[in-house]
């Protein structure tokens, strides 16, 4: 591979009411792509370094933000009041990214949470994007969230929408790999609570979207892990088969962070093929 010098970016952006959001960004010299990365629930950008550095040194410009109430950016944490506020910090950061390239072909890249927000983006703002690619997309809140808890969270959210409870998710599901999991449990960025709005707008957003799969008119790429405890890898597989330019591969053996899996590099690859596809390029 040839070498390519990839330059690391911070800044920080006034969003909505003046709230503070941090992005970073991966940019080798001449990008023949551009890719927004959203993170997951509870974690932040900076765990997608190594991602974006890989991407960037095969000249795709990469940009991430951490969410409202996540990482250094502003807001409560883990609250929302709708889950549409994701999805308007979303359109936020890819205005200002396609602006910064507006010659390339654009990709949403979403993780787990990230990936439902990626998906609800799609289906609700239309946007015009070269394709879309989910990993661990929580497409289902599985068994920690169930249709009788939610409705108790309905009820209590009217009277204490910050009102936090644990999220119940166990970081051992996270990757095989166990250096993933302690440097998981020992980032000082991770959450590990969420607000009952935020609990209920999750469990409305991924109802939603899982069964919208048909009016996606994007190319998608959907990723699971087979062994993924957190976000079932059949709810990735039946929401990819209803999308009329949707692509579904499962890994055996990865867990839910198939980036950070030790054999994350087929999976990068398999990415950058699949993108190469849809914009042509190499």
């Known amino acids: 591979m040839e ?28 990008p023949r792509r551009l890719a927004v990365l959203v993170h997951g629930y509870g974690e932040h950008s900076g765990r997608y370094d190594h991602v974006g550095a890989w991407f960037a040194a095969r000249h795709c410009a ?33 205005d200002r990214a396609r602006a910064e390239h ?39 809140v599985g068994a920690r969230f169930s249709a009788l808890r939610i409705l108790g969270f309905r009820a209590l959210r009217a009277f204490a929408p910050r009102l936090t409870l644990a999220s119940g998710l166990d970081p051992q599901g996270l990757s095989t790999n166990p250096d993933v999991v302690r440097a998981y449990c020992a980032d000082p960025l991770v959450q590990t609570r969420m607000t009952l709005s935020l609990a209920v707008a999750f469990f409305d957003a991924a109802r939603r979207s899982a069964a919208r799969g048909d009016r996606i008119t994007l190319p998608m790429l959907v990723l699971h892990g087979r062994d993924d405890p957190i976000c079932p890898a059949w709810t990735s597989e039946a929401f990819a088969g209803a999308v009329p330019q949707g692509r579904f591969r499962i890994y055996d053996g990865m ?28």
């Open 3 to 30: 070498q390519v010098s990839v330059r690391r970016f911070e800044s920080y952006f006034s969003g909505e009411a003046g709230r503070m959001l941090f992005r970073r960004s991966w940019v080798p010299p001449a």
């Open 102 to 140: 507006p010659e390339l072909p654009c990709f949403l890249v979403g993780h787990s949470m990230g990936g439902l927000v990626v998906v609800s983006y799609a289906l609700e703002r239309r946007p015009e994007l070269a394709g879309v690619v989910t990993t661990g997309a929580a497409l289902s």
């Open 62 to 94: 990469v940009h991430a933000f951490d969410q409202r109430g996540h990482g250094r950016s502003d807001g409560v944490r883990c609250h929302v009041r709708r889950f549409g506020d994701f999805l308007d910090d979303l359109e936020q950061v890819l």
């Open 255 to 282: 867990r839910h962070e198939i980036f950070n899996e030790p054999e994350n590099e087929a999976v990068f690859r398999d990415v950058l093929s699949w993108v190469c596809e849809q914009d042509g390029g190499a």
